[in-house]
């Protein structure tokens, strides 16, 4: 579990880093508000997968 949050942290690093500078006192708490939309995105997508795939007919 840790190691998914390691990696969701590493990627929400740089698209912080676009808003905010690292060394600003709220970085933390944007890196860690970035990181729950990347891991809501990916959910949403694991979620929805089987329509995404459906073949229409």
Do not use: C, E, G, N
Request: aromatic content about 12%.
């Amino acid at each position: 579990m840790s190691l998914f949050v390691r990696i969701l942290l590493a990627l929400a690093a740089p698209i912080t880093t676009l808003f905010v500078a690292r060394d600003s006192l709220h970085f933390d708490i944007i890196q860690t508000l970035v990181a729950t939309v990347i891991a809501a995105v990916i959910v949403i997508v694991f979620a929805f997968w089987p329509y995404i795939r459906k073949p229409k007919a």
